[in-house]
């Protein structure tokens, strides 16, 4: 009995150490991390999917402002062209005017524009601006002449009152006729007559009661040469110049009412042929 008793005691201590061993063992390992139990990421989808979202709607707005910015800047250099294009019209316009300016500051006296001009190079302007009241009048290489036996025509105004008229003239015979201040059967005209008479005369007409040699000057001409005859008339002041020289300067007096204002004319009175060039009427 006491050897089974020892035996059960030893195997009691035996079983005790081992398993203390196995104890120490285990006390010694460490302890296996734990993998923690996921959390639920329903809600954290739904705050990349709602950034997702935002992103596009940016991108989207982004390019829409980029198409409306590109067409701002079309537009913007479509109107800076505009403006640099009438910004060049300006300065031409500019530089016209004060070109203009410039003139008209220079210019003390401007001469006054002639009430009428002709140098009858240009037959179908002279025939309707002038009227023919007889005779026939033709422009023959660049000159107004009258190759019947005697006529007349006349040009401009009733109401040219003062002016000076300018006009070469050229006659195949004695008699060369200038008309001033026409007006029907009344006005003033000069005859330059050649030899034998060698001078010029200046002739008034009331109501067609001719007063010829109202007053006369002497001077040189002859048939087949031209002339230049310049007749200034202001107020009842006339003054008759041949190729610049003053001829007659006579201010009218006489009891018969002078005649104020009219057209100008040329005439002959037999035999053909008077040619005029450069007329020219200039306002006083």
């Given at each position: 009995m006491?050897?089974?008793?020892f035996?059960?005691?030893?195997?009691?201590?035996?079983v005790?150490?081992?398993?203390?061993?196995?104890?120490?063992?285990n006390a010694?390992k460490?302890t296996?991390?734990?993998?923690?139990?996921?959390?639920p990421?329903?809600?954290?989808?739904?705050r990349?999917?709602?950034?997702?979202?935002?992103v596009?709607n940016?991108?989207?707005q982004?390019a829409?402002?980029?198409k409306?910015?590109g067409n701002?800047?079309?537009?913007?250099e479509?109107?800076?062209?505009d403006l640099e294009a009438?910004?060049?019209?300006?300065s031409?316009?500019i530089?016209?005017?004060t070109?203009?300016?410039?003139?008209?500051?220079e210019?003390?006296?401007?001469?006054p524009?002639p009430?009428?001009?002709d140098?009858f190079?240009?037959?179908?302007?002279?025939?309707?601006?002038w009227e023919v009241?007889s005779?026939d009048?033709?422009v023959?290489?660049?000159?107004?002449?009258?190759?019947?036996?005697?006529?007349r025509?006349v040009?401009?105004n009733l109401s040219?009152?003062?002016y000076?008229?300018?006009?070469?003239?050229?006659g195949?015979t004695?008699?060369k006729?200038i008309?001033f201040?026409?007006s029907?059967n009344?006005?003033y005209?000069?005859d330059?007559?050649?030899?034998?008479y060698?001078?010029?005369?200046?002739?008034?007409?009331?109501?067609?009661?001719?007063?010829?040699?109202?007053?006369?000057?002497?001077?040189?001409?002859?048939?087949?040469?031209?002339?230049?005859?310049k007749?200034?008339?202001?107020?009842n002041?006339i003054?008759?110049?041949v190729?610049?020289?003053?001829?007659i300067n006579?201010?009218d007096?006489?009891?018969?009412?002078?005649?104020?204002s009219g057209?100008i004319?040329?005439?002959?009175?037999?035999?053909?042929?008077?040619?005029?060039?450069?007329?020219?009427?200039?306002?006083?």
């Amino acid at each position: 009995m006491k050897k089974v008793a020892f035996a059960i005691v030893l195997i009691v201590l035996i079983v005790g150490i081992v398993f203390g061993g196995m104890s120490v063992a285990n006390a010694a390992k460490p302890t296996p991390k734990q993998t923690p139990t996921p959390t639920p990421i329903t809600g954290l989808e739904a705050r990349v999917g709602n950034l997702e979202t935002a992103v596009a709607n940016l991108q989207s707005q982004q390019a829409e402002m980029s198409k409306q910015i590109g067409n701002l800047t079309s537009a913007l250099e479509s109107a800076v062209t505009d403006l640099e294009a009438a910004n060049l019209e300006m300065s031409n316009q500019i530089a016209i005017l004060t070109s203009q300016l410039q003139a008209l500051q220079e210019c003390v006296v401007c001469p006054p524009q002639p009430l009428f001009e002709d140098d009858f190079e240009d037959a179908a302007w002279t025939l309707a601006n002038w009227e023919v009241e007889s005779g026939d009048w033709q422009v023959v290489d660049g000159t107004f002449a009258c190759l019947s036996n005697g006529g007349r025509a006349v040009a401009g105004n009733l109401s040219w009152t003062d002016y000076t008229l300018y006009v070469d003239v050229m006659g195949m015979t004695v008699d060369k006729n200038i008309d001033f201040r026409r007006s029907d059967n009344n006005g003033y005209w000069v005859d330059l007559r050649a030899a034998p008479y060698n001078d010029i005369v200046l002739c008034k007409d009331t109501e067609g009661n001719g007063q010829c040699y109202i007053a006369t000057g002497y001077v040189v001409n002859y048939a087949g040469t031209w002339y230049s005859l310049k007749i200034q008339v202001v107020g009842n002041a006339i003054k008759v110049y041949v190729d610049d020289n003053l001829i007659i300067n006579y201010v009218d007096t006489s009891p018969t009412v002078p005649q104020g204002s009219g057209r100008i004319g040329f005439d002959t009175f037999s035999a053909p042929s008077i040619y005029l060039d450069n007329v020219k009427v200039i306002p006083e």
